[in-house]
Every structure is written in C-alpha cells, then in structure tokens.
C-alpha cells in the first residue's frame, strides 16, 4: 500500500504498518466530516487504535445524538467518494502557530505551544481541512475502504481531569467490507456476553452510585470468586507456596521506601491517622517485603515463594471506571519470590508453567511480551540490565515466542506479560512476572549464604489472575456465563414436575447439599418448562435434575444438561458419583 510522508515522499509503507495509517486516515476524514457539519468545533487529538480511530472534539454546548453519528458517518462517505488528495506541508513554529490560530484550532495552538521552539510543524491537506500530524497517510481519501462510527464517550484534554470534557467520537476502520462485517459481528456478540448484564442476570455482583468503581459480590458471585480461590490454594500448596496477609493501610514512609510515592501517589488513596499520612495500599509488595524482613534468613530457605490474596484500591478516573474490567479495588493473586541470583532462571519457567497450566484449563490461548524499562524508573543501569537479561534467558529456555514492548515495564523492573485470548479472539492482559533488583535494594533485604556472608536477595512479582474480579468478568464473557461445573455458581437445579414429586425432590436436594455440590430447590407452581428454561436460558446452570412421578416410584433422577435437550435417567447415587467426580477434575 502506497503512504504519503510529511516530506513528501510516496512509497510502500511495511505490511504491518498498513492498518495504522489506513486508521489514522479515518481520524483526519472524521475530523473533516465533524468540521463540515459543525463549523464551531475545535479538535484536540485523533489517533488510531486497534481496530479503528477516534477524535477528540470540542463541540461547545453540542450534544451528539445517535441520528447525529449516522450523519457524520454520511458526510465522511462522501468526503471518502471525493477522492480527495492528501498532502503534506511544514512550516516553522511560529507560522504554525498562526496557521492554527487563524482557523481557530485552540487545542492545536496549545500542543505546538509545548513542543520545541525550533521544531518543525508537519501538516496535512485534504480538500479544506488541515491537520497537524507527523503521518504518513494514504495518498487519496479513497483508500479508506471500509469504516463505520461506533460510538461517543467523554475525554478531558490531555487525559486531565482539571481540563475541559471533550467529545470523543470513535469509529472503525477495516481493508473489506467482509473484514468490516465480521468485526461488528463480533462487536454484536461480546455485547451479548457483556458481564455486566450476565451478572444481574445471574445475581453474581452489583454496583452502587453510592460506591462507584467498588463492585459489590453477591451470594452466587461469591461462590464463584471462592472456588477460583480455592483452585489457586490447591495449585500453589502443591508448588511450595506459604501464603500470608498484610495490612490494608500502611505508612507513607513505607511507600516512599517503596518508590510507589514518587511514582504512583496520584493513583493512591490516603489518610491521616495520628497526625501522619498513611496511604491504603495500591499493591501488595511492600507488605510482602516486610514480611521477609520481620525475621533473618538463610539460603538453605531460598526460593521462598509467598502468597497472597490481597485487597488493593487504586484511583481510577470515574469516566475510565467498566464493570468488573476497570474498578477501584480489586484482589490480586499476588506471590512474591524471593531468590538468589543463580535461582532467576528456574523459579522464572516455574512460574511461566503455572501460569500456563492455568490458563490452559479454561481454554485460553495466549502470547508473550517482554517489557522493557520505562523513561519514569529507578535503579542502575547494570540491574536493569541484568534483570531484562534474566527474563530474557528464562524465555529462550521455555522456547517460548515474544515480543519486545519497550519501555513498558513497571518502574523498579522489566516484566513478562501474558496477553490471552477469549473466545471471541479478544486479548487481555492478566498475568505478569516482574523481575525487581530495586526493592530488596530499597528495604536492605539479606539472606546468609554457604560461606556465612550477608547476601541481597532477587524478587520475583507475579500473577496468575491478576485481578480476580476482573478475570471473573472475563470468564462471564468468555463462557457467556456458562461457566464449567466446577466453577458454576449454581451446579445443579432440582425441579420437580408437581407437588407429588415435592418430597423426593426435597430428599434429592439434600443429598447433593450432603455431598457439596451447590445445588438449588425449585419448588415454585410455575410450569415445569419455564423454570427450564430459566434454568438453562437465565441462571445457565449446567444440570438440572427432573423429578416426576416414575422418578419418585422408581428411585431415580432424570438429568437434563444445560448444553442439550437431551435427557437422561439413572439412579441417584450415580449421578452423586458422576457429579462430584466432574467437580474434582475441574472438568
């Protein structure tokens, strides 16, 4: 595909770039379309994302209306029809400055404002729009072959909460028609699977206006957050992890130490407590830190793998807040290893191993990437070398494929992320390992080693889950709630056809009760094919157990799975039998 440059040049931009400069394309068209139809209107910025573009748009005391979208998306047709060249210009600061001001371009004015005085301002051309822009972009308007205006949402200037709300108006752009249907298909099935209408529907969590960004679990989401629980406990027992819990709120000092005040304190929450601060903990570590600390140790002890469930709150802008996806606080399933150097290695494939068991066990592809050291971090040279290295070498070890994202590390070490993929093929970043020399630097961690002398122990920081709310969320999307039996809030719904059936129901509800299976009694006088079809359509609980009469006078249960309009009959206790063997192979 032919691109134009900002100086001009017209050539073939690299296969994988095609999409992004297609997309950016669609921004600048959105942006003339959006000028076109609302001449007061200033713009602020419009890149490409992953499956489209957006532009952020000052509209005054504009209101857009879904009519109004569809308009936009008329008026870029016909700009996109025109066929329109695109061209690059520059000029210099000042007269870059005045170009934009003259067409009333605040919010470019400001941006040039804060680049370089001897910068060099590129811009581009079609028809009569101007933008500012580094490029490059299809050479004619025509090239955008496939796009549509998906939605609206707010943004502030900057990503500033103290600046002005802008109108975010986002679209998508795709090579084919095909590619283009296939993608709102998906759109059109992820929104039946939205966890947060699964989750009313299911009774699993709720939120409040009057804790916005805090999700509330219910009885029946519980179950399910439990039995996640109670599978990582059973797989790090059996990995030689001890687990522990730390304070919810510590002392400023602490997280000074840390680094997390120069480097996350506008993400925290705090408090005065006797006349000092002390913040609610945003992660985890520290505590783990201390925990390493409160006593000596000695090699012979090392790796020492801790675990913990911990709650931690972080500030989220109200407008970033989603279900269960963004939220306030969150429980990480964090574990902290504490190693010598030459241990790097291995205790880095065990955890690539349990992490990759995991995943494997709700049937989740995934991909790798290796985060590098960010502008905004702490430390040596020589440890974030070293520590970039290590990971680098536990990777090639594994055979496992990555990819380099550069500067996406935390700020005290490089990381390894694990990006997986749903069952609709989207990707979520969830577990991590994070390689860190600075914090047991920071806290003077020691151990004794074989010759008697004080050594500084590695940390390792990983998760499998990540946020356990948040893989739920994706889990209730992924399954469409219907969840495996294992996990399933409600494994079994007994339902008899009549009042007749109602005292060897009762009996057959609490024999499951008796063998800890979650089951439920659905006695109601409703019709024996709503409270099915509830069952199978609503609550998406994966047996239910028919009772009528032959079943009473026979002694048995007739099984209805929730994936099939098959029944089938067999005795009680074969049922017990193949019912709790499921749920102890997490099958």
Same mark, same amino acid.
């Given at each position: ?215 509330? !679990? ?8 439990? %039995?996640? *629980?109670?599978?990582? #406990? +059973?797989?790090? =027992?059996? &990995? ?84 269960? !996806? ?8 964090? %574990?902290? *290893?504490?190693?010598? #150097? +030459?241990?790097? =290695?291995? &205790? ?101 080693? +074989?010759?008697?002398?004080? &050594? ?132």
């Amino acid at each position: 595909m032919k691109v134009i440059y900002s100086d001009g040049r017209v050539d073939v931009c690299a296969p994988e770039e095609e999409l992004s400069v297609m997309r950016h394309t669609g921004a600048h068209i959105l942006a003339q379309a959006i000028k076109h139809l609302y001449p007061q209107a200033h713009f602020a910025y419009g890149p490409a994302t992953d499956n489209g573009f957006y532009y952020d748009v000052d509209l005054g005391d504009t209101k857009l209306s879904d009519e109004d979208l569809q308009a936009i998306e008329q008026e870029m047709g016909k700009i996109v029809k025109a066929n329109l060249p695109i061209k690059p210009f520059t000029l210099p600061r000042d007269e870059a400055i005045a170009l934009m001001e003259e067409r009333g371009e605040k919010y470019k004015v400001e941006h040039i404002g804060d680049l370089p005085e001897d910068a060099v301002i590129s811009f581009y051309q079609q028809g009569d729009y101007i933008d500012m822009c580094v490029g490059p972009h299809l050479c004619y308007t025509k090239g955008l072959k496939a796009f549509k205006i998906t939605s609206q949402s707010g943004a502030y200037w900057k990503n500033d909460k103290n600046n002005k709300m802008l109108t975010r108006v986002k679209g998508i752009a795709f090579p084919s028609q095909k590619e283009l249907e296939d993608y709102l298909t998906m759109l059109a099935e992820a929104e039946k699977r939205d966890h947060r209408r699964i989750g009313k529907e299911m009774g699993l969590f709720m939120f409040s206006e009057e804790a916005p960004g805090f999700p509330f !679990f219910l009885p029946k989401g519980m179950e399910v957050k439990n %039995a996640l *629980i109670d599978y990582w #406990r +059973e797989i790090h =027992t059996r &990995e030689h992890y001890v687990e522990v819990s730390t304070p919810m709120i510590m002392n400023r000092h602490l997280w000074e130490t840390s680094g997390h005040w120069d480097h996350y304190k506008d993400n925290m929450y705090s408090t005065i407590i006797d006349d000092e601060i002390y913040c609610v903990k945003p992660m985890n570590c520290p505590g783990g830190v201390m925990v390493y600390r409160s006593q000596p140790h000695s090699y012979r002890e090392l790796p020492m793998r801790v675990g913990e469930l911990g709650l931690v709150h972080r500030h989220e802008l109200r407008g970033a807040l989603h279900g269960l !996806f963004r939220v306030r606080c969150f429980t990480q399933d964090d %574990a902290h *290893i504490f190693m010598r #150097r +030459e241990q790097i =290695t291995d &205790e880095i494939v065990g955890v690539v191993h349990l992490i990759d068991e995991v995943y494997s066990k709700f049937g989740f592809k995934y991909h790798v990437e290796l985060s590098t050291r960010p502008e905004d971090s702490m430390g040596s040279d020589e440890d974030w070398e070293a520590a970039t290295n290590g990971l680098k070498t536990a990777l090639e070890k594994l055979g496992l494929p990555y990819v380099i994202n550069e500067g996406d590390g935390a700020f005290y070490g490089p990381k390894i992320d694990f990006h997986l993929e749903d069952s609709l093929g989207r990707t979520w970043q969830c577990g991590t390992i994070q390689l860190d020399f600075q914090m047991p630097l920071n806290f003077q961690l020691e151990y004794v080693d +074989e010759k008697g002398e004080k &050594e500084r122990p590695i940390m390792i920081h990983r998760v499998c889950f990540g946020s356990i709310e948040r893989f739920i969320g994706i889990l209730t999307e992924h399954f469409a709630g219907k969840f495996p039996l294992w996990l399933a809030p409600t494994q079994v719904k007994v339902m008899p056809v009549s009042e007749k059936s109602n005292d060897y129901a009762a009996k057959v509800y609490e024999a499951l009760r008796g063998a800890h299976v979650r089951c439920e009694l659905d006695d109601r006088s409703e019709k024996i094919g709503y409270r099915i079809r509830e069952a199978q359509l609503v609550d998406r609980v994966p047996y239910m157990v028919i009772i009528g009469q032959k079943e009473v006078e026979e002694g048995t249960v007739s099984i209805r799975s929730r994936d099939t309009a098959q029944t089938e009959t067999m005795s009680l206790d074969a049922f017990l039998e193949k019912v709790a063997g499921e749920i102890r192979d997490r099958v």
